[in-house]
């Protein structure tokens, strides 16, 4: 039986397959799969990809054997439908490369964003902290300037001490912040965040 449908044409293999007969589907299998197998190779580059796409173009056509009308040789519609294949599987990739790449970008912007919120968040505690170890005048000063905005004349008439007290009390706190943050404040600025 196998010898008499490698004996047949196209044509005639193709009627034989549209009524349903596995020998002309094996028959077209074994003599086109090879060919279109190193067509569509040549396009995409990718031997599991090229394999994957020739038995997929195999399965659709014995799936729509009853429906398909090929107009040209049975040839060139295999051919045909290789390229367009691939011409789907390629623009597939194209959209997906595109997809891929562009959750990349969100994530790594979400990340860094998470990232600085939580860095941002460590540092305020820590200057808090040192904040808190200030002798007390002074910490109540460099509060009301920082945390409450109030001016030095502001801070000065609330408790009762002149500008240029307030003034010292803010430079000094400064001062002993800076020594005791360097490595916090280096890495502040390195991210732009301004602390104080």
Do not use: C
Not at 36 to 56: N, P, T
Not at 83 to 111: C, G, M, P
Not at 116 to 144: C, H, N, Q, W, Y
Request: zero cysteines; hydrophobic letters at 40%.
């Amino acid at each position: 039986m196998e010898l008499e449908y490698s004996q047949l044409s196209d044509k005639e293999l193709w009627a034989s397959l549209q009524t349903g007969s596995h020998g002309a589907f094996e028959e077209i299998y074994n003599r086109y799969w090879q060919r279109l197998y190193v067509h569509a190779f040549k396009m995409l580059k990718d031997e599991s990809e090229a394999a994957d796409l020739i038995q997929d173009l195999f399965i659709s056509l014995w799936e729509k054997k009853s429906d398909l009308d090929i107009k040209l040789t049975l040839s060139s519609y295999l051919f045909t439908s290789v390229r367009n294949r691939v011409i789907n599987a390629t623009d597939h990739h194209r959209i997906r490369d595109k997809y891929i790449e562009s959750l990349y970008i969100f994530a790594e912007k979400h990340y860094s964003a998470v990232e600085e919120t939580i860095i941002e968040a460590e540092l305020s505690r820590l200057i808090e902290r040192e904040v808190d170890k200030l002798p007390g005048k002074m910490k109540v000063v460099f509060e009301l300037s920082r945390k409450e905005e109030l001016s030095h004349k502001e801070i000065a008439g609330h408790l009762g001490m002149s500008d240029k007290t307030v003034k010292k009390q803010i430079h000094n706190a400064l001062k002993i912040l800076k020594v005791r943050l360097a490595g916090t404040l280096l890495k502040a600025t390195i991210m732009g965040i301004h602390l104080f």
